[in-house]
């Protein structure tokens, strides 16, 4: 999967120098037609597609933006009553200082755990939303729940974690060349797009090993 997606993203700009320079120009655009982009990718289409209609590609953009920023909901909520519970234990009883900042840690670990969750069932969402075109499919959490059942969890996992690592890696050599002023916002620039190639190809590989449309 990693070599097929590398493949994909190398040769969606590898002497595609038009393309490229309309992919960083959907960069700099908030991102949003990248969005767009990438669920047409998500849709398996092979190989990567023209980047053109942009205004599709701000539509459906922004609609994923949506569907995303649903998927946090449970992660917000969580964090903020735990800061805000924390902020008021803090000040309407400083001597209890200890406690409260346990009790945060805690609230932060939890937080942390619906995140992951909230994050794998939100990949295949967001996948089932590029493949049916519905933001309702986004959340068919007995479809979602299915697929990733036909993947094999423990196969899921360690897929969404191989690419967490990729983007780790990714960011933490940006942040290291960031000491060159500026190269990490040309670089970001530059490279932004061919990962999110890279991802979406190598998601759409994954959700398609459950043999589901």
Same mark, same amino acid.
């Given at each position: 999967?990693?070599? *097929?997606?590398?493949?994909?993203? =190398?040769?969606? @700009?590898?002497?595609?120098?038009?393309?490229?320079?309309?992919?960083? %120009?959907?960069?700099?655009?908030?991102?949003?037609?990248?969005?767009?982009?990438?669920?047409?990718?998500?849709? !398996?289409?092979?190989?990567?597609?023209?980047?053109? *209609?942009?205004?599709?590609?701000? #539509? *459906?953009?922004?609609?994923?933006?949506?569907?995303?920023?649903?998927?946090?909901?449970?992660?917000?909520? @969580?964090?903020?009553?735990? %800061? /805000?519970?924390?902020?008021?234990?803090?000040?309407?009883?400083?001597?209890?200082?200890? /406690?409260?900042?346990? !009790?945060?840690?805690?609230?932060?670990?939890?937080?942390?755990?619906?995140?992951?969750?909230?994050?794998?069932?939100?990949?295949?969402?967001?996948?089932?939303?590029?493949?049916? /075109?519905?933001? /309702?499919?986004?959340?068919?959490?007995?479809?979602?729940?299915?697929?990733?059942? =036909?993947?094999?969890?423990?196969?899921?996992?360690?897929?969404? %974690?191989?690419?967490?690592?990729?983007?780790?890696?990714?960011?933490?050599?940006? !942040?290291?060349?960031?000491?060159?002023?500026?190269? *990490?916002? #040309?670089?970001?620039?530059?490279?932004?797009?061919?990962?999110?190639?890279?991802?979406?190809?190598?998601?759409?590989?994954?959700?398609?090993?459950?043999?589901?449309?």
């Amino acid at each position: 999967m990693i070599g *097929d997606s590398f493949a994909y993203a =190398k040769d969606s @700009v590898t002497g595609k120098w038009m393309q490229w320079l309309l992919l960083i %120009i959907a960069t700099v655009l908030l991102t949003l037609p990248l969005l767009g982009y990438s669920l047409k990718m998500l849709r !398996g289409e092979k190989p990567a597609p023209e980047v053109n *209609d942009w205004g599709t590609l701000f #539509v *459906d953009g922004i609609k994923y933006f949506i569907v995303t920023l649903i998927w946090c909901i449970p992660a917000i909520i @969580v964090l903020v009553f735990t %800061i /805000g519970i924390g902020a008021v234990a803090l000040v309407s009883q400083p001597e209890a200082a200890i /406690g409260a900042i346990g !009790g945060m840690l805690v609230g932060l670990l939890i937080v942390a755990i619906v995140a992951i969750i909230t994050g794998l069932l939100g990949t295949i969402g967001i996948i089932r939303f590029a493949r049916t /075109g519905s933001m /309702g499919e986004a959340f068919n959490f007995s479809a979602i729940l299915e697929t990733i059942g =036909k993947i094999g969890w423990v196969s899921y996992i360690i897929a969404v %974690i191989v690419i967490m690592i990729i983007q780790v890696i990714f960011f933490a050599v940006i !942040g290291i060349l960031s000491v060159v002023p500026y190269l *990490d916002i #040309v670089l970001e620039l530059l490279l932004l797009a061919p990962l999110t190639i890279f991802e979406s190809r190598y998601l759409c590989l994954v959700y398609d090993a459950a043999g589901t449309a």
